[in-house]
């Protein structure tokens, strides 16, 4: 093999062989529109919580705090977006209310919320869920933009309806009932089968180029 070719694959395999990195979905915001219905099927009231785990520029918590005088707190790995965040609800009026804290979702303490919010990927719902439901008071909500919890845990209520753009969205909602759901075994298994095909195209590529 060519040793720049070599020196090329090296890392490249460390990359796909490494755990993943720690984002559990690529930064979307949720459109306003979406904010508020997701909102209102959580029934959220003065008296919540409301945690956003994934919180990108913050506007979640911003709202809830805004519109009902909700507490909110916001979660994130990117520390831009905890910045964006923190100066969006001083621009709202509502810092008094709210915070946004740099960290891992998976590593947070969400023990306090009333109200979870998430628009993620179905396998970060799957590898969330024990960490939801052991931390979780019975009661508390969790709604999800556009994925669910998987089959073996239906939402208790799903809310579709067509915005003013044309999108058709999908709104999940669970209580928390105090029993602790388990990752899920399939997607984790899908999600792992597909690295493991994109070591082994890398791998095919680097091999074909070095020949």
Same mark, same amino acid.
């Given at each position: ?71 909110g707190?916001?979660?994130d ?30 590593? =947070? $303490? ?9 628009y &993620? %990927?179905? #396998?970060?719902? !799957?590898?969330? @869920?024990? /960490? ?18 998987g ?24 209580? =928390? $009932?105090?029993?602790?759901r ?5 997607? &984790? %298994?899908? #999600?792992?089968? !597909?690295?493991? @095909?994109? /070591? ?12």
């Amino acid at each position: 093999m060519d040793p720049m070719v070599r020196l090329l694959v090296f890392p490249l395999f460390l990359f796909l062989l490494a755990p993943a990195q720690k984002s559990l979905a690529p930064y979307v915001a949720s459109p306003p529109e979406v904010v508020d219905r997701m909102l209102a099927l959580a029934a959220v009231t003065g008296e919540d919580v409301v945690y956003d785990l994934g919180c990108g520029d913050g506007r979640i918590p911003i709202a809830a705090a805004a519109k009902y005088g909700a507490r909110g707190v916001g979660i994130d790995i990117d520390p831009q977006r905890i910045q964006e965040s923190r100066e969006n609800a001083r621009a709202a009026g509502v810092a008094h209310l709210v915070e946004f804290r740099l960290q891992d979702a998976l590593e =947070a $303490d969400i023990s306090e919320a009333t109200v979870v919010t998430l628009y &993620l %990927l179905g #396998s970060a719902n !799957a590898i969330l @869920r024990p /960490v939801l439901t052991k931390q979780l008071r019975p009661g508390a909500r969790i709604v999800s933009h556009a994925f669910s919890m998987g089959p073996s845990w239906p939402a208790d209520r799903i809310d579709q309806f067509t915005t003013r753009n044309g999108d058709e969205i999908t709104l999940y909602l669970w209580k =928390a $009932d105090g029993k602790v759901r388990q990752e899920e075994a399939a997607v &984790l %298994l899908r #999600s792992t089968v !597909a690295r493991a @095909r994109q /070591v082994h195209d890398l791998a095919y590529e680097l091999w074909i180029v070095a020949a």
